[in-house]
């Protein structure tokens, strides 16, 4: 991992640490700073814990109530920039470790949950402008340790619906499609994970604003996250959300069932 990223890493951990101090010496509780905000308890800790940054906004509302001087709002305009993993994501990716349901649609590569290496580093290899080879490096062994979550002893419930022609592609050559197909083909046996793939030639297609996420919080809230050229969108507000709920709900119907996916993928397999 780079020296920027463990900066980085450090930086939001010793303003999670500041905010820790502060809300102490002003006697509240993170319960109570969460509900003071409307934000929760868990989202205070997860700041405190260096695990989720802390937004502008909120930083110079917390220094008003906490009487910092505008520490806080400091600290938070000298952190190091995040140069691999944007600020942007850095939210959805800590809702994505807490979920405890998870369903994926994507349209124009395999999901990163279900990467191979070999596949990720073509994934990034592919962008434009490129990243130089330790960047490459780093955000692999990142998007590996990202697919933790599908093999923990309790893993959130997992769906994901793949668009055909991502299989159809041969990013990273011959070797890196083949090793890519059969982790596919071998976490569609994975307990708690349903993968089922949409295949070319249909009529409809439910998908074709482009790809999306869906996630359940441990405390059931249901967002929703879509990623595009220079940013994303994390989704709270239950009308968005509801609309890419039905919209997975219509893909899954279109998308061929897990037992027809898995055929299609041992298919793949031989005449690879």
């Known amino acids: 991992m780079s ?4 900066r980085n890493a450090s930086a939001m951990k010793m303003v999670g640490a500041l905010l820790a101090l502060y809300r102490q010496a002003a006697g509240h509780t993170q319960r109570s700073l969460g509900e003071r905000f409307v934000i929760g308890e868990q989202q205070i800790a997860s700041i405190e814990q260096g695990r989720r940054p802390l937004k502008p906004d909120l930083a110079e509302q917390l220094d008003e109530l906490l009487d910092t001087k505008g520490a806080l709002s400091t600290a938070l305009s000298r952190m190091p920039e995040v ?41 990034f290899r592919s962008r434009v402008p490129v990243y130089d080879a330790d960047e490459i490096e780093q955000l692999v062994s990142r998007r590996m340790e990202r697919q933790e979550i599908l093999h923990r002893k309790v893993p959130p419930t997992t769906s994901f619906v793949i668009w055909e ?4 592609d041969r990013l990273g050559g011959e070797e890196v499609y083949r090793e890519q197909v059969r982790k596919l083909r071998e976490c569609a046996d994975v307990p708690g994970v349903t993968l089922q793939i ?12 482009g790809p999306f996420v869906l996630l359940e919080t441990p405390d059931y809230q249901r967002l929703a996250y879509m990623e ?24 899954r119907t279109q998308a061929l069932n897990t037992e027809d996916t898995k055929a299609l993928l041992d298919r793949l397999l031989g005449a690879a």
């Open 228 to 251: 595009a050229q220079r940013g994303s969108q994390l989704i709270a507000d239950p009308n968005g959300v509801g609309i890419l709920t039905q919209k997975y709900a219509m893909l």
């Open 165 to 168: 022609a991502t299989l159809r």
């Open 83 to 123: 140069d691999l993993v944007p600020l942007w994501a850095e939210e959805f990716l800590d809702r994505e470790r807490e979920a405890i349901a998870i369903s994926v649609y994507d349209s124009l590569a395999v999901p990163g949950q279900l990467q191979t290496d070999g596949y990720a580093r073509a994934v």
């Open 3 to 6: 020296t920027t990223t463990r």
């Open 198 to 209: 949409l295949p070319l030639g249909r009529t409809s297609h439910a998908g074709l604003d």
